[in-house]
């Protein structure tokens, strides 16, 4: 069965310092990838995505993500994070079901952001 | 402008009586979706639809109906809500791989619904 895990529910970065944020999925085939982000009693505003070709896909707000296919892992990067950046962040995969594509998303990093 | 709307907003309801979320979207999108987010457990799909009168179950669809008649329209109905129902819902839509230029299924979100079933 298709899964995003997103192994660290929380993290907490200094200001200006760098960020990187975990997703592993499983699925057969490379899938479409993405990465969302939710500020607090907001929407979810989509970051980046991965379908096809280069591997390192950059994104809005300086962010980039990662597709290495051997470890089945889309990490998301930035290299120096700013307050604003403290939301919660989720890894999704669309994934072919019976009827169409379905999207499962992973269970969420918070990120706190240190002055 | 593009977007997604959801109505209502908020709602508080009481066990077993039929609710009806709406979802609109202005943006001619094939693929619409719901999600319910609860927390620890991110955003679980709950029915999805490629285009008109085609839907399908996502993760958690027990408890759940949806219609899709018109392209812009996705109406989630709850027959009898209950207490487990409890949530914060979330339409989305996208273009389909393929349709108009689309290359994936970048979803654009409503604002949400957040729903409490006493």
């Known amino acids: 069965a298709q899964s995003v895990t997103q192994p660290d529910i929380h993290i907490t970065v200094s200001e200006g310092a760098s960020l990187e944020l975990r997703c592993n999925y499983s699925?057969?085939?490379?899938?479409?990838l993405f990465w969302y982000v939710q500020s607090p009693g907001q929407g979810l505003q989509l970051l980046l995505k991965?379908?096809?070709?280069?591997?390192l896909v950059q994104g809005i707000k300086g962010f980039e993500a990662e597709f290495k296919r051997s470890q089945s892992s889309f990490n998301l990067r930035k290299p120096s994070v700013h307050w604003s950046d403290a939301a919660e962040y989720f890894c999704?995969?669309?994934?072919?079901?019976?009827?169409?594509?379905?999207?499962?998303f992973g269970a969420g990093t918070r990120l706190f952001v240190k002055a | 402008e593009a977007q997604v709307t959801q109505n209502p907003r908020y709602l508080i309801t009481v066990t077993g009586k039929k609710l009806t979320v709406t979802c609109s979207q202005n943006?001619?999108?094939?693929?619409m979706s719901w999600y319910r987010q609860d927390p620890g457990l991110g955003l679980r799909q709950i029915y999805y639809?490629?285009?008109?009168?085609?839907?399908d179950k996502g993760d958690v669809p027990e408890g759940y109906k949806v219609s899709r008649k018109e392209k812009r329209n996705f109406p989630l109905i709850l027959e009898s809500p209950s207490p487990n129902q409890t949530s914060l819902y979330f339409c989305?839509?996208?273009?389909?791989?393929?349709?108009?230029?689309?290359?994936?299924?970048?979803?654009?979100f409503g604002p949400g619904t957040r729903l409490t079933v006493t």
């Open positions: 989305a839509s996208s273009s389909v791989p393929g349709t108009s230029g689309s290359s994936s299924y970048e979803q654009y």
């Open positions: 699925y057969g085939a490379t899938p479409y």
């Open positions: 991965y379908f096809s070709g280069d591997t």
């Open positions: 999704a995969v669309a994934a072919r079901g019976t009827g169409g594509f379905k999207t499962i």
């Open positions: 943006m001619n999108h094939e693929y």
């Open positions: 639809s490629m285009n008109v009168e085609v839907t």
